[in-house]
Structures are given as C-alpha cells and as structure tokens.
C-alpha cells in the first residue's frame, strides 16, 4: 500500500507541478530530506491532492488561499506557477485572494496578488462591484 501511495503521489505531483519542477527537486534531494520528500510525495500528493472529494483547480485556489494567508512566499510562488495546470482561471484566482484579504488581511493579499501579477501577466479584472 505505501509503494502504492507514493507512485499515486508521484504521479500526482507531476500532473500538478510538472515534470521540470519535480525532476529539480529529486535532483536537489539529499539524505537529509529524502524521507521528508518521500513524506510530502505519499502524503500531500498521494493522499489529499489524489482524493475524489475536489476538483484540481478547488485544491489549487485552496492551497493558495493558505499559503497567502501564512505568508509562505516559496511555496505560493510554487503553486501559482502550478495553477496553469490545474485549470484555475484568473478570475477564479482574484476572487480567491479577496478572500484572503478579507479572512486574513490585506498585506497577506496584497503580497499574493503581486506574485499573481507575475504569474498571470495579460490577467485583466472582473465584472464585480
């Protein structure tokens, strides 16, 4: 079942942040995170991300929304890029970070929406109020 687990993962974790991105990781793995890599890959990527219960882009806009709001700048970096692959729209993703403005201030959204820019460059806005 483990070796299941991390197989799903791993496959998971390529669809959703590509091959480049994880193949850079393995590259960069040592003995000192092996076991941590092979934690995040059977129990991030194969276990939650691989659950039926959301779409790939609700986990996206999900995960962004809690790294935006605890301030993990790597990581949000990181899953903005990835959000290309799960399908999130702009304006999905600026609706997202309202609410992170709202539930977790407005420095916490303002630091996303400036990543965002970089990574959703010809976004325009919304239609809302």
Not at 5 to 27: K, P, Q
Not at 55 to 64: E, G, K, N, P
Not at 85 to 93: H, K, Q
Request: no cysteine.
């Amino acid at each position: 079942m483990e070796s299941n687990r991390f197989e799903r993962g791993m496959r998971v974790r390529r669809e959703v942040l590509g091959d480049a991105h994880v193949d850079a990781t393995a590259s960069q793995t040592t003995a000192l995170d092996a076991d941590f890599q092979t934690f995040i890959t059977e129990a991030a990527w194969g276990s939650v991300w691989a659950r039926a219960g959301l779409d790939r882009s609700t986990r996206s806009l999900v995960t962004i929304a809690i790294l935006a709001a605890l301030g993990r700048r790597d990581e949000l970096e990181m899953h903005l890029k990835a959000s290309h692959n799960t399908g999130v729209e702009p304006v999905a993703l600026t609706e997202t970070l309202f609410h992170v403005a709202v539930y977790a201030g407005v420095p916490a959204a303002h630091s996303a929406f400036k990543l965002a820019k970089a990574e959703y460059p010809d976004s325009g806005g919304t239609d809302q109020p």
